[in-house]
């Protein structure tokens, strides 16, 4: 494996064509954003390029990769995934492609390479950003739909540009994406304004069912399976949902435990400087930022409440 500057990753993307790039599993706006950007601006070059279509993508970011996507990857394709952080972060129809996987663009602090080449920078609050700087190291000009990618990028990996993974340099380009014409107040009305009732539903039960322990200074909440569909809330009321319990004045990390359709239990963790989202998540073999992190656990619910516990206070 070879770690690439992003001068070293814009060069590697002009002297090659024909580009297949690849979301991850559960896609945030950060990874749909950032591979439409990266889809868009190689378009511009004049170069073959498609997202891989990923059924996973709800319709909260849907439109972003419309007329990018393609159903499969094709032989001699180049093979870039963009916000993945480990093999298991890629969608299961995409794990045949491990091993022919060229280049990994991303900003995870905690993550396991599984290609030729990377670009990470866990400096950079999302990935979208380190996307923008390789594209405009390529000479490209961005238009609406390219500005408007990286801002949904960039917006929802930030909570609207209040998470502490939020820095001048993400400023400098939602300040560019503004200026190439994203429609800014209608994408953070859209994003980060508007509640769906169901979202405000899930978010009164969770007020009711949260657990505080540690003296307020953390916080558990168990959803079950049964309780969102008795809701009936979709996987867009339920995006980022793991934010809100940690917005409890006096928390400082929080956990939100959901089970999956599959039966596993996915928790996503949410923390203020201090405390490392992550090193809870990689006790369950997950990953991610010190923010922001999550993992899947292959055990009952009850059974994982009490074992994220155990990891927490730790
Ligand atoms: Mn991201």
Known sequence: MKTLTRSETARFLLEHDRYCILSHRRPDGDTVGSTAALCLGLR?????????FNKEVTPRFQWLHEGLTKPEAEEGDIVVTVDVA?????????????????????????????????????????????????????????DRPLAEAVYVGTSTDTGCFRFANTTAHTFAVAAQCAKAGARIYELN????????????????????????????????????????????????????????PRTVAGVRMAATLRETADGEVKISIRAVPGFDAAKVAEKFGGGGHKGAAGASLQMPLDEAVKAVEAAMLE
């Open 44 to 52: 511009q070059l004049g170069k073959t390029a498609h997202v891989l």
């Open 86 to 142: 480990s093999p298991g972060m890629l969608p299961k129809a995409f794990e045949q492609l491990l091993g022919r996987i060229d280049l990994r663009i991303d900003h995870h602090g905690s993550s396991t390479s599984f290609t030729e080449l990377e670009l990470v920078d866990p400096g950079s609050a999302s990935c979208a950003e380190i996307v923008w700087d390789v594209l405009m190291e390529m000479g490209i000009s961005a």
């Open 189 to 244: 009305q859209e994003l980060f304004e508007t509640n769906t009732l169901g979202r405000l539903r899930i978010q009164g039960w969770i007020v009711e069912h949260l657990e505080l322990i540690r003296d307020g200074e953390m916080a558990i909440c168990a959803i079950p399976r049964s309780v969102e569909k008795q809701i009936g809330v979709t996987e867009d009321d339920m995006d980022n949902i793991s934010s809100f």
